[in-house]
């Protein structure tokens, strides 16, 4: 059984007529944010909810989340229908920038510094935590730099998977 949230409001309940939204479709992709797109109708109880940007969209199988995201564009059709757009979690990397830096150190200490960064810029409903960091530099230490002031989503990809690989797996606990 599926449902979907909007911040707090059940959107979607297979079991419930009026709660449903149309057409959802789920499209997640390793080290990729994701995207979640469904249609809703002005009939429905929580239409109004739905924020660009700001309104966090859950999607449940049975009791485990498998998708968590904003809506990233939400456009009315002919009959005031909303098509909207979520992109995942990993998107919310994209909101903070990493200031000039020079690090010496290894692999889970400059990614817990991005993940610091990023946490001290952004809403608590966007922060992550860092859990296991299982890429390791065959020599256990790195020389990174950066002048640009990119992105954490960025930095991330550019400073560690793209010279290490790896693979950014967000899970969901309870703290």
């Not at 049975?62 to 456009?75: C, K, S, T």
């Not at 608590?124 to 640009?148: A, C, L, M």
Request: negative net charge.
């Amino acid at each position: 059984m599926y449902k979907v949230y909007c911040d707090k409001w059940l959107l979607h309940n297979s079991s419930m007529d009026e709660l449903k939204i149309i057409a959802p479709k789920l499209d997640l992709e390793v080290n990729k944010t994701g995207s979640f797109t469904f249609t809703i109708y002005p009939s429905h109880p929580y239409y109004g909810m739905l924020k660009k940007l700001k309104s966090i969209i859950t999607v449940y199988q049975n009791d485990e989340i498998i998708f968590r995201g904003r809506i990233l564009n939400d456009e009315k059709g002919f009959k005031n229908e909303k098509q909207v757009t979520c992109e995942g979690e990993l998107a919310f990397l994209l909101d903070s920038t990493q200031r000039p830096y020079d690090f010496q150190g290894d692999i889970p200490e400059l990614f817990q510094k991005f993940i610091d960064n990023h946490n001290a810029q952004v809403e608590e409903e966007k922060r992550f935590k860092v859990g296991q960091v299982t890429v390791k530099d065959p020599n256990g230490y790195i020389n990174r730099s950066d002048t640009q002031y990119l992105s954490t989503y960025d930095s991330i990809f550019k400073k560690l998977i793209d010279t290490h690989d790896g693979y950014l797996n967000v899970r969901h606990e309870a703290d």
